[in-house]
């Protein structure tokens, strides 16, 4: 029963979050003691605010070092989301906007706290840990 239990494991869809925030979706088909992993009739899945796209990847295969979670998908449940799905032209251009808001922000910040006398240390000087 536990042999099945491991081979059903490798049928079924799962939800990959990586490191740099990327979300993957796919069918697992192999893991090591790693946690390196290859997913097969993969996409990534971009969310903005209500919204998502997927973007078709193919065979992906991630280093276990950037799996922050992995996780199976209940296929019964998974259409039953309050996201709306739109095109990949769409999801990317919402995307690029809210990284543009997020960003000039974050300049604001920045100038504020400038402003004060104080300063924050530049993101490319931090250790990348």
Request: proline share 0%; hydrophobic share 20%.
């Given at each position: 029963a536990s042999q099945h239990?491991?081979?059903s494991f490798f049928?079924?869809?799962h939800l990959v979050l990586l490191r740099d925030g990327r979300t993957l979706i796919g069918f697992l088909r192999s893991i090591d003691q790693f946690a390196n992993l290859v997913l097969h009739q993969t996409v990534e899945r971009i969310h903005v605010?209500?919204?998502?796209?997927d973007i078709p990847r193919g065979i992906f295969v991630v280093r276990g070092e950037n799996v922050v979670l992995l996780g199976e998908i209940d296929l019964e449940k998974?259409?039953?989301t309050p996201?709306?799905?739109v095109s990949i032209e769409e999801i990317l251009e919402e995307q690029r906007v809210e990284q543009q808001t997020r960003l000039e922000a974050e300049k604001l910040k920045v100038q504020a706290l400038k402003d004060r006398g104080l300063s924050l240390p530049r993101a490319d000087t931090?250790?990348?840990y």
């Open positions: 239990r491991i081979f049928n079924e869809k605010g209500k919204k998502y796209g998974e259409s039953d996201l709306q799905q931090l250790d990348e």
